[in-house]
């Protein structure tokens, strides 16, 4: 009984030391995910490698080179009542920033027309004004094609550097999801 015991617990161990890593690629972001599309009732994982060909081609539309979490990548389908009867009310993405001050994790949840429903920055080393709602919700209706330079068409008064970070990440991101879905 004792060693089943130091088995089990040594098992757990392990399993929870697995699980306790920083990025984003580490598990189910549930409670992220839920911080962007509230009223879903559940999410669905999907996985995409890109070719070398699309690899190429993101990086040119983003204007930014991939992470290496970015490929193969993991994004989520929010399910739940929408209003067009699909049960999808939108995808979203993790992606992570190099800030010049420390990492950035962030979430884009996209509509299903292709605009930013909502940005959330799950983990940030940065600047911590990143995280504000204020700032963030300048995101909401964008799209890749979408000019997001700092301070011209988003504002912020932290550091410029940091902002433009994030704002790459998030035009990064939507180009990864628009290749992944096929749209």
Do not use: C
């Not at 890593?21 to 669905?44: M, N, R, W």
């Amino acid at each position: 009984m004792r060693i089943w015991l130091i088995v089990l617990l040594s098992v757990f161990s392990i399993s929870a030391l697995a699980l306790s890593g920083v990025a984003h690629d580490t598990g189910f972001p549930e409670q992220t995910l839920k911080s962007i599309y509230p009223d879903a009732t559940g999410f669905t994982s999907r996985k995409k490698s890109f070719t070398k060909q699309q690899v190429q081609a993101i990086e040119r539309a983003a204007g930014t080179q991939l992470h290496k979490n970015d490929n193969p990548l993991t994004f989520y389908v929010a399910l739940g009542k929408s209003s067009d009867g699909t049960g999808v009310l939108g995808l979203i993405v993790v992606v992570d920033a190099a800030g010049p001050k420390g990492p950035i994790d962030l979430a884009i949840g996209v509509a299903r027309d292709g605009t930013i429903h909502r940005v959330v920055v799950s983990e940030n080393s940065d600047d911590l004004g990143l995280g504000e709602d204020s700032f963030l919700a300048q995101f909401k209706g964008f799209t890749a094609k979408s000019p997001m330079a700092i301070p011209v068409d988003i504002e912020f008064n932290g550091s410029v550097e940091s902002a433009q970070a994030l704002a790459d990440a998030v035009r990064r991101g939507l180009h990864l999801l628009a290749t992944a879905s096929g749209n």
